[in-house]
């Protein structure tokens, strides 16, 4: 039997009901309601809640929810149910399904279980009680760890700070018999405060988020539940409505975006490569080898020249040497992957992807062998490739999406690389234009006057820093406020992604604040340039322009502002 996303199963005095609601298994005012309706009409001696399919419970919404029983609701049901309440867990367990998992009365966890509570990486704090319960379960001090960093624990690790009370390939049948620990009395307050204290000084962000996360969990040293239940309600409702949740909701959004590849690629079902081969000598090519290197790929390495093949040895080195010092691979695991690199052309014209430094072959002179050509910073009629400052991301030109096959496995060979890729239009040249854009205001506001202390006062206090060396004035000081100065910032860089957009460079306005805070360290909590200027209006936005132009062109108006306004569009239309 079973209602609205939950099933339930008598299994002789047990009651198990699991959460059946999707591959991640929502936990929406429906199953929420269901569930309560369940735990209050039990004829049973022991309940067990656990999740359908591969995952407990793992979805995230990023939209407030405000929808009645909320997650507090659940949550002090199965807290205050007749009878024992035990989650069996496994797969991902995340966000508001660890928030439940904290409210049962003990918790059983299959060996592959994650467990991560990632508000913060919204600019959230956690809901349902779990500021007060996790510290109760495992400490202030871990509990302040795992809320602040949002990182997932795995099951071992979460056995062995008491998040979970034991671990079983068949974490539903061990759930039916584990024993339940007692109540678990609030711990000292002193122990609460001092680990508050603490996390106020190491903490680096200067997120709201996380300061009314450690108010929350102090609160709960200091307050009654049913006070500190409001307290924590009230800090998340406040946050929701926060300018940083709004950009962080966005920086997801577009993740998602830019991870959707085109409909004809995705029919494809694309597979990574287990091999690439590399063609000249350039410094981004070992980037490109140690990342394939790290993920198991073999890489063949055609070098034109002796001297080019040992600079491009000699840069891997410097590398690999790099991670060795930062204890991030070992020597032997170092000589493993290095095994796997070969040198020559004959072993490298089989691998299926191609990475060229320069033009390569023509496409219409190649067979059609199946593989992908991609050519660093692009050539006429061929994938194009920039990899970004972070090498955490890149740019991908594609051919207008006639070669499904070919872009199907450069992405997905990118990604076994842990590189995201951008799928751009023409050449890969966005985020090149985009940050030469928001120099040059930098620089023209450094020539009008500006000091380089309020310049970089101004972008440090929004959570950038000024990219490079400035000009010296050819003006007297001048003053400026430290908004102005970063609007008039973001407002280049917006306004070249609107020209880049009207010619088919950047695909849609999220794809711009993607690369920028994947690649070039804009600050995640601030959304992205597109998302500011989406913030500020479209007329605030031309007007400022139109303002900025008498004095650098940089801050021209893009004729895209213009349409925009005119057919009444707002900027995340274009998203699609």
Same mark, same amino acid.
């Given at each position: 039997?079973?209602?609205?996303?939950?099933? =339930?199963?008598?299994?002789?005095?047990?009651?198990?009901?699991?959460?059946?609601?999707?591959?991640?298994?929502?936990?929406?005012?429906?199953?929420?309601? =269901?569930? *309560?309706?369940?735990?209050?009409?039990?004829?049973?001696?022991?309940?067990?809640?656990?999740?359908?399919?591969?995952?407990?419970?793992?979805?995230?919404?990023?939209?407030?929810?405000?929808?009645?029983?909320?997650?507090?609701?659940?949550?002090?049901?199965?807290?205050?149910?007749?009878?024992?309440? *035990?989650?069996?867990?496994?797969?991902?367990?995340?966000?508001?399904?660890?928030?439940?998992?904290? &409210?049962?009365?003990?918790?059983?966890?299959?060996?592959?279980?994650?467990?991560?509570?990632?508000?913060?990486?919204?600019?959230?704090? /956690?809901?349902?009680?779990?500021?007060?319960?996790?510290?109760?379960?495992?400490? !202030? @001090?871990?509990?302040?760890?795992?809320?602040?960093?949002?990182?997932?624990?795995?099951?071992?690790?979460?056995?062995?700070?008491?998040?979970?009370?034991?671990?079983?390939?068949?974490?539903?049948?061990?759930?039916?018999?584990?024993?339940?620990?007692?109540?678990?009395?609030?711990?000292?307050?002193?122990?609460?405060?001092?680990?508050? &204290?603490? +996390?106020?000084?190491?903490?680096?962000? +200067?997120?709201?988020? !996380?300061?009314? #996360?450690?108010?929350?969990?102090?609160?709960?040293?200091?307050?009654?539940?049913?006070?500190?239940?409001?307290?924590?309600?009230?800090?998340?409702?406040?946050?929701?409505?926060?300018?940083?949740?709004?950009?962080?909701?966005?920086?997801?959004?577009?993740?998602? @975006?830019?991870? %959707?590849?085109?409909?004809?690629?995705?029919?494809?079902?694309?597979? &990574?490569?287990?091999?690439?081969?590399?063609?000249?000598?350039? /410094?981004?090519?070992?980037?490109?080898?140690?990342?394939?290197?790290?993920?198991?790929?073999?890489?063949?390495?055609?070098?034109?020249?002796?001297? +080019?093949?040992?600079?491009?040895?000699?840069?891997?080195?410097?590398?690999?040497?790099?991670?060795?010092?930062?204890? @991030?691979?070992?020597?032997?695991?170092?000589? +493993?992957?290095?095994?796997?690199?070969?040198?020559?052309?004959?072993?490298?014209?089989?691998?299926?992807?191609? #990475?060229?430094?320069?033009?390569?072959?023509?496409?219409?002179?190649?067979?059609?062998?199946?593989?992908?050509?991609?050519?660093?910073?692009?050539?006429?009629?061929?994938?194009?490739?920039?990899?970004?400052?972070?090498?955490?991301?890149?740019?991908?030109?594609?051919?207008?999406?006639?070669?499904?096959?070919?872009?199907?496995?450069?992405?997905?060979?990118?990604?076994?690389?842990?590189?995201?890729? #951008?799928?751009?239009? $023409?050449?890969?040249?966005?985020? $090149?234009?985009?940050?030469?854009?928001?120099?040059?205001?930098?620089? $023209?506001?450094?020539?009008?006057?500006?000091?380089?202390?309020?310049?970089?006062?101004?972008?440090?206090?929004?959570?950038?820093?000024?990219?490079?060396?400035?000009?010296?004035?050819?003006?007297?000081?001048?003053?400026?406020?430290?908004?102005? *100065?970063?609007?008039?910032?973001?407002?280049?860089?917006?306004?070249?992604?609107?020209?880049?957009?009207? %010619?088919?460079?950047?695909?849609?306005?999220?794809?711009?604040?993607?690369?920028?805070?994947?690649?070039?360290?804009?600050?995640?909590?601030?959304?992205?340039?597109?998302?500011?200027?989406?913030?500020?209006?479209?007329?605030?936005?031309?007007?400022?322009?139109?303002?900025?132009? $008498?004095?650098?062109?940089?801050?021209?108006?893009?004729?895209?502002?213009?349409?925009?306004?005119?057919?009444?569009?707002?900027?995340?239309?274009?998203?699609?």
């Amino acid at each position: 039997m079973g209602a609205a996303g939950v099933t =339930a199963e008598r299994q002789g005095q047990v009651l198990v009901l699991r959460l059946a609601s999707g591959p991640s298994n929502e936990l929406d005012a429906e199953v929420r309601a =269901a569930l *309560i309706d369940a735990l209050s009409t039990l004829d049973c001696d022991r309940v067990v809640l656990a999740g359908s399919g591969a995952t407990f419970s793992s979805a995230i919404s990023l939209e407030p929810d405000r929808a009645v029983p909320s997650l507090a609701d659940l949550c002090a049901a199965v807290e205050t149910a007749p009878v024992p309440v *035990i989650a069996a867990l496994q797969g991902l367990v995340m966000g508001p399904g660890a928030e439940l998992a904290v &409210a049962a009365h003990a918790r059983v966890a299959a060996p592959g279980t994650r467990i991560a509570f990632p508000e913060v990486a919204l600019g959230l704090c /956690p809901e349902g009680g779990t500021s007060l319960r996790l510290p109760r379960l495992i400490g !202030a @001090r871990a509990a302040l760890d795992l809320l602040l960093s949002g990182r997932a624990v795995n099951a071992m690790a979460a056995q062995d700070m008491g998040l979970v009370d034991s671990l079983a390939a068949d974490p539903v049948a061990a759930a039916a018999m584990t024993p339940i620990r007692p109540v678990l009395p609030p711990r000292a307050a002193g122990e609460t405060l001092t680990a508050c &204290a603490e +996390a106020r000084r190491l903490r680096s962000s +200067a997120q709201a988020a !996380a300061e009314r #996360i450690i108010a929350c969990v102090e609160a709960a040293a200091m307050l009654p539940p049913e006070a500190h239940r409001a307290f924590e309600e009230v800090a998340r409702e406040d946050l929701e409505l926060s300018p940083e949740t709004r950009a962080l909701r966005s920086a997801v959004l577009a993740e998602r @975006r830019a991870a %959707r590849l085109p409909p004809a690629v995705a029919r494809l079902r694309p597979v &990574a490569a287990d091999a690439i081969a590399l063609h000249g000598s350039a /410094p981004m090519l070992a980037g490109l080898a140690r990342r394939a290197l790290a993920s198991g790929m073999a890489v063949h390495w055609h070098h034109p020249s002796d001297a +080019a093949r040992q600079a491009s040895l000699a840069a891997l080195d410097h590398a690999e040497a790099a991670e060795v010092r930062a204890g @991030r691979l070992t020597p032997g695991d170092r000589d +493993a992957q290095r095994a796997r690199l070969t040198e020559g052309s004959a072993q490298a014209s089989a691998a299926p992807v191609q #990475i060229h430094a320069g033009p390569s072959t023509p496409r219409s002179l190649r067979s059609d062998t199946g593989q992908a050509h991609l050519v660093l910073g692009g050539a006429e009629g061929e994938l194009g490739l920039a990899l970004a400052p972070s090498l955490r991301t890149c740019e991908l030109a594609v051919l207008a999406e006639e070669a499904p096959r070919e872009i199907g496995l450069a992405v997905a060979t990118l990604r076994r690389m842990g590189l995201s890729s #951008i799928l751009v239009g $023409q050449r890969p040249i966005l985020g $090149q234009r985009l940050m030469a854009a928001g120099e040059t205001a930098l620089a $023209q506001l450094a020539r009008l006057g500006v000091s380089q202390r309020l310049l970089a006062e101004a972008l440090g206090d929004f959570g950038a820093r000024v990219p490079m060396e400035l000009p010296e004035a050819n003006a007297p000081m001048r003053a400026m406020p430290p908004r102005e *100065i970063v609007n008039r910032w973001l407002a280049a860089i917006a306004n070249e992604g609107f020209r880049l957009l009207d %010619r088919g460079v950047a695909r849609r306005p999220s794809d711009v604040d993607c690369l920028l805070v994947a690649g070039y360290s804009f600050p995640r909590w601030q959304g992205g340039p597109m998302h500011q200027a989406e913030e500020r209006g479209l007329m605030v936005l031309r007007h400022d322009l139109r303002l900025w132009s $008498q004095e650098h062109p940089v801050w021209a108006p893009a004729s895209l502002i213009d349409r925009l306004i005119q057919d009444g569009l707002r900027i995340s239309d274009l998203d699609g």
